[in-house]
């Protein structure tokens, strides 16, 4: 599985980006999509999650509910984060990620996820 990850850039405060995560290797049926972060000095952590199979199976975290929207495009196999809103402490080198799970989204096995390399985001103020 290869995950390949785009579109960060500078950005000013209250400005949008958007991410792309173009995934390759298997069908992805059955898995779920993710997008983490690590600000700096910082530890990784959960921003969006989507599943494959159902696009209206999303999960965001608190920090970024209303702000971002993740997305994917099965002809395409890629995988989106909209970021709009953008603040500073949006800040961080942005993950795409991907791992098998069926069930609830307190139970995905984020440390058996297949990662792609980092993008990252700035934002200035």
């Known amino acids: 599985v290869q995950l390949q990850a785009s579109g960060g850039g500078l950005v000013q405060t209250g400005g949008s980006l958007r991410l792309s995560c173009a995934a390759s290797g298997r069908t992805f049926s059955g898995y779920i999509m993710g997008w983490f972060r690590q600000p700096p000095g910082q530890e990784r952590e959960f921003v969006a999650g989507?599943?494959?199979?159902?696009?209206?199976?999303?999960r965001y975290a608190d920090s970024v509910m209303g702000r971002f929207t993740i997305a994917r495009d099965r002809a395409k196999n890629t995988v989106y984060l909209q970021m709009n809103s953008l603040d500073p402490d949006d800040t961080a080198v942005y993950y795409c990620?991907?791992?098998?799970?069926?069930?609830?989204?307190?139970?995905?096995?984020?440390?058996?996820?297949?990662w792609g390399q980092g993008t990252l985001v700035t934002v200035s103020s």
């Open positions: 989507i599943s494959w199979s159902d696009s209206a199976n999303t």
């Open positions: 990620t991907a791992v098998s799970h069926f069930g609830n989204w307190y139970q995905v096995p984020w440390d058996d996820a297949y």
